[in-house]
């Protein structure tokens, strides 16, 4: 849960993912992470400190930099302090939603007239009431007429009635933009469009393990902030020179079956791994 919420204030909010540490007494060994949301963190108004953080009760807790894991995003104007994605494309996610809302509106409640009906008005009639009054009595007969119940339309003798095309060209542009918004915003998330539904994303990658390392490349900038960010932050000068942080991407670029095993083969043939080790790999009883 924490490593859960941390990438989702780093990669969502501005100034990104925030955690107060905690050390063993006066040593420089760290006991806890306190998450903060990154709503309560702010930049410190007193020059001695580096982070002011809001309590409950209003008043703002200033802290350095070395009592706080700060993760940024990927978006930082100043190398620190980022913008979150939401924000960074606001324009962007703003007009998809615009689209949504419109599409939804466009299809669903008819953007386009599905006939046109002409009417004769008789002399000294005012043609204005002559067409609401027969857009009601038109609409009483076929849009409140029970469902699956077909009623005859009576029309005067100059009337016409013609049918206009079910499928248009904007609905098709309505859909077609729908797809560009949602590739936009896997972009903006790093993610393989292909991989959202109604992006506009071939797949590139073949096989299963090629489409996870396609799906990882976009992963490590994140991570390479959070480990980067934990290695200054939580580990003793004298254990940087020895320890490290990084994420295991083993599991998601897992190839099929028959590709693991030869690799596998080969591993253990050349010394590389050991059977213990692969079997840990795959979960299996050692």
């Not at 993610?191 to 090629?210: D, F, N, S, W």
Request: hydrophobic share 40%.
């Amino acid at each position: 849960p924490f490593r859960e919420s941390r990438i989702a204030h780093q990669v969502n909010w501005d100034g990104g993912a925030f955690a107060e540490i905690e050390f063993v007494g006066n040593s420089d060994r760290v006991k806890w992470l306190w998450p903060i949301h990154p709503s309560r963190v702010r930049r410190a108004r007193n020059p001695e400190f580096d982070y002011e953080v809001r309590n409950d009760d209003g008043n703002y807790v200033s802290l350095h930099a070395w009592e706080m894991l700060h993760i940024p995003g990927i978006f930082p104007d100043d190398g620190l302090w980022s913008k979150g994605i939401i924000r960074h494309g606001m324009e962007l996610f703003g007009g998809a939603l615009g689209l949504e809302r419109m599409s939804h509106v466009f299809l669903g409640s008819g953007g386009q007239p599905t006939g046109i009906l002409q009417i004769a008005a008789l002399g000294g009639q005012d043609k204005r009431q002559v067409r609401e009054s027969t857009r009601k009595d038109w609409e009483s007969i076929h849009v409140n007429s029970t469902a699956g119940v077909p009623r005859i339309a009576i029309l005067g003798l100059q009337d016409k009635y013609t049918p206009t095309e079910q499928t248009s060209a904007g609905e098709n542009q309505v859909i077609e933009a729908r797809r560009w918004s949602a590739t936009q915003v896997a972009q903006a998330y790093r993610v393989p469009a292909y991989k959202i539904p109604g992006a506009e994303g071939k797949e590139t990658a073949g096989t299963v393990e090629q489409k996870a390392i396609e799906y990882v490349v976009g992963l490590i900038p994140w991570a390479k902030k959070t480990e980067e960010a934990m290695w200054a932050k939580m580990l003793t000068p004298a254990e940087q020179k020895t320890h490290y942080f990084e994420h295991n991407f083993a599991g998601l670029m897992r190839g099929d079956l028959m590709a693991r095993y030869n690799a596998y083969r080969v591993a253990i043939t050349t010394g590389f791994m050991t059977l213990n080790q692969v079997c840990k790999l795959e979960n299996l009883p050692l």
